[in-house]
């Protein structure tokens, strides 16, 4: 079946400007996550979603950035006013339930540049 | 808070030879999950072997086995005969028991010489 699908795959941004990024988890799964991996940092986690609820939003860097889930499926993730840190790929996956022992699929990603 | 370490942020194999990534963590917890993961240019993360900390048997999965060694904190990846395909970004990764993020590691670049 189809995989965790992401959009745009690249985005090239203004520094000011808003982006929104988009993930579409396998059909089904309940749980949600979003990652950033970018060169200093690594891969760190920003959100997850069970259902349409996040129950956690710490790993958020700033209030500039901002999260939202729909209908159980598609995951949106903005950024606001970018800035040139905000430069990296951001990654999503999702996994069929909450819980540990349910592996989570990871999309390809999208590579935000913002220059 | 829990840390992932990986020690080798490049290694090189030859073609059908062994290669072994290292894995350090960090917790306080007694039971949790360690993953590995192999992000090729694709960028998409796969996942390659996890491994339950109450198993004591080590993961195996075809040609990637693991030596998990609790006391220590470490959980190493062996790769066994090398394949061009195996050339990736390999992370490792820590997650607690309930509906929480995985921890990573920073990686290790793994090339294949043919």
């Known amino acids: 079946g189809a995989g965790v699908s992401q959009s745009p795959s690249n985005k090239v941004t203004e520094k000011g400007k808003d982006v929104e990024l988009r993930c579409d988890p396998i059909s089904g799964h309940t749980a949600l996550y979003w990652y950033r991996q970018s060169l200093g940092q690594g891969l760190e986690f920003l959100i997850y979603?069970?259902?349409?609820?996040?129950?956690?939003k710490s790993g958020l860097p700033s209030d500039r950035f901002s999260a939202e889930r729909t209908g159980g499926s598609v995951s949106t993730l903005t950024i606001q006013r970018t800035q040139q840190e905000d430069s990296a790929v951001y990654l999503c996956a999702s996994s069929l339930a909450w819980g540990s022992r349910y592996e989570q699929y990871f999309g390809p990603g999208t590579r935000l540049t913002v220059t | 808070a829990q840390t992932v370490t990986q020690s080798q942020p490049e290694m090189s194999v030859q073609e059908a030879e062994t290669v072994t990534l290292s894995c350090t963590y960090d917790?306080?917890?007694?039971?949790?999950?360690l993953f590995w993961y192999k992000q090729p240019p694709s960028r998409q993360m796969i996942l390659v072997i996890r491994q339950e900390a109450y198993k004591q048997q080590n993961a195996t999965e075809n040609r990637f086995s693991v030596n998990f060694q609790k006391a220590a904190k470490s959980f190493s990846l062996k790769i066994s005969d090398s394949q061009l395909g195996d050339a990736a970004m390999y992370f490792c990764?820590?997650?607690?028991?309930?509906?929480?993020?995985?921890?990573f590691g920073k990686g290790t670049r793994l090339s294949v010489i043919a």
């Open positions: 917790t306080s917890e007694s039971d949790y999950y």
């Open positions: 979603f069970q259902g349409n609820s996040a129950p956690d």
């Open positions: 990764a820590y997650r607690r028991p309930g509906n929480t993020p995985l921890v």
